[in-house]
């Protein structure tokens, strides 16, 4: 039978979705019994924790991740307590930042330690600045001489950049070596690493001078060297560049893997397009969770308290703009008084600016996340999409126009509200390109809040312009 991998994923988690549910129902049924033991529920307990057990043993890593971060505190608890120490430190690496510091601090220290000694260098480096000081050291200072090298060099770069992600499984030939050297190296060595579809080239002092795609072992003869048939038109990049540039790198030359090189050329690593793709989809995911002034790795079932401290800094801005839109609205309180459509109608106007401004705020972020917009295209970037608030602007302000008309009878009403529209929706559309490119001038991620400011800008410009055509044009 065939499923689509979101159905295979249900249909692999439903067994212990089932277990923890009967679990649930058996301990209330033990609950209410007056004749239950210790002893007796004891032993439900010690059974369920088997069967539970058992169940997640036959899962990947990234599955318990991802059942992890969808159950409620207590049952994650159930379930992570049944998660064995040999793949307990992997599924740590897999879940975010937040769910893995809860883990981290309702888990002993020795389990830790246990967990985090089962991991590789690479794997370690991800989740070590979560772990405690104490057994981040412990674990550290049990690595090979090469691993903690590797694991020092990694972590000094930061988050998102290629220094960070890469790794140091690569598959290297000396450049004086035949096809037949070659395959000769691939009997040896057993195992390839993940995601390999080439070989890296490299000269005496490690060097990159080429790469080797596998499909070349089949199409050349033996005892051809390897320098006639590499390829030198290489897509390269340095431990310093950042991870967003190297992910449209992946996807603009369709690449499975790309190697890291320092200053000199030399091979320190490489970068895999599965670390990648979960690159961005973090990026992504926080990107979304900016833009609505949310923490970007908020856990969906943490504390409530925690949840909503992350919050408070953009509701308490969010208060200070309202405030400043109420006010606006209070200068014009006696012009409302005289034209109580004003008041129906002003929300309209302000709810409109705000959409045109979102779609605006959406184009640009995604063009500088993909590195489309610079100095060169700003100004035509500006004038089309003030272009297109401006025709937005004249075919929806005369409808509104001719709503407003409708309603209250008040040709003069249906001027002021098509003139209202249009000029809020060009405001709207300056403010759009406007605030994500503040941000990102100020060093800032152009997400973060992008929806806040611009709905400040939307409801306050709106409520002025509005009341104060409405207050020159329609009253004495």
């Known amino acids: ?192 690493p993940d995601h390999t579809d080439k070989i890296f080239v490299v000269d005496q002092r490690h060097r990159l001078e080429g790469i080797l795609p596998l499909k070349a072992l089949f199409l050349h003869s033996p005892k051809q060297p390897v320098t006639e048939v590499m390829g030198t038109d290489i897509v390269a990049f340095t431990p310093d560049e950042d991870a967003d540039a190297a992910g449209l790198a992946f996807e603009r030359y369709d690449l499975v893997s790309a190697p890291v090189i320092d200053s000199r050329d030399r091979l320190l690593g490489r970068l895999t397009v599965d670390v990648v793709m979960d690159f961005l989809r973090e990026q992504a995911e926080e990107d979304a969770f900016l833009r609505e002034g949310l923490k970007g790795d908020e856990d969906l079932f943490g504390p409530v308290f925690e949840s909503a401290r992350n919050r408070w800094l953009w509701l308490f801005l969010n208060l200070l703009t309202a405030l400043v839109a109420s006010r606006v609205i209070g200068i014009f309180e006696g012009s409302i008084e005289k034209l109580v459509a004003l008041a129906t109608l002003m929300p309209i106007v302000a709810s409109i600016g705000g959409n045109t401004g979102n779609q605006t705020v959406a184009l640009v972020i995604r063009g500088l996340a993909l590195n489309q917009i610079h100095r060169g295209n700003v100004r035509y970037l500006a004038f089309k999409e003030l272009g297109v608030a401006l025709l937005n602007g004249l075919i929806w302000g005369s409808v509104m126009g ?47 809040g992008s929806s806040v400011l611009l709905t400040f800008v939307t409801d306050s410009m709106g409520f002025l312009i509005f009341l104060g055509m409405a207050t020159l044009l329609l009253l004495p």
């Open 1 to 192: 039978m065939q499923f689509s991998s979101q159905r295979k994923l249900e249909h692999r988690l439903k067994p212990v979705l089932e277990l923890l549910r009967r679990q649930d129902l058996v301990q209330q049924l033990v609950d209410r019994s007056q004749d239950s033991s210790d002893i007796a529920t004891d032993l439900v307990h010690r059974r369920h924790h088997q069967e539970l057990s058992a169940a997640l043993a036959k899962l990947h890593p990234a599955d318990i991740a991802h059942l992890v971060e969808m159950l409620p505190p207590e049952e994650r608890n159930t379930v992570w307590f049944c998660v064995s120490e040999s793949i307990g430190g992997s599924v740590l690496a897999e879940v975010s930042d937040s769910v893995a510091a809860g883990l981290i601090d309702d888990t002993p220290a020795e389990r830790l330690f246990a967990m985090g000694e089962c991991l590789s260098a690479e794997d370690l480096g991800i989740i070590e600045d979560l772990l405690p000081e104490d057994i981040r050291e412990r674990l550290v200072s049990g690595l090979r001489e090469g691993d903690r090298s590797w694991l020092e060099t990694t972590v000094i770069y930061p988050e998102d950049t290629v220094g960070h992600l890469m790794t140091r499984d690569v598959l290297v030939i000396d450049s004086g070596a035949t096809i037949k050297d070659v395959l000769r190296y691939f009997r040896r060595l057993g195992e390839f």
């Open 402 to 448: 001719v709503v407003a008309f409708m309603l209250y009878g008040n040709q003069s009403l249906g001027v002021v509200m098509a003139g209202a529209t249009l000029l809020n929706l060009l405001v709207a559309a300056a403010a759009g390109i406007a605030v994500p490119l503040l941000m990102e001038r100020l060093g800032r991620d152009p997400a973060l």
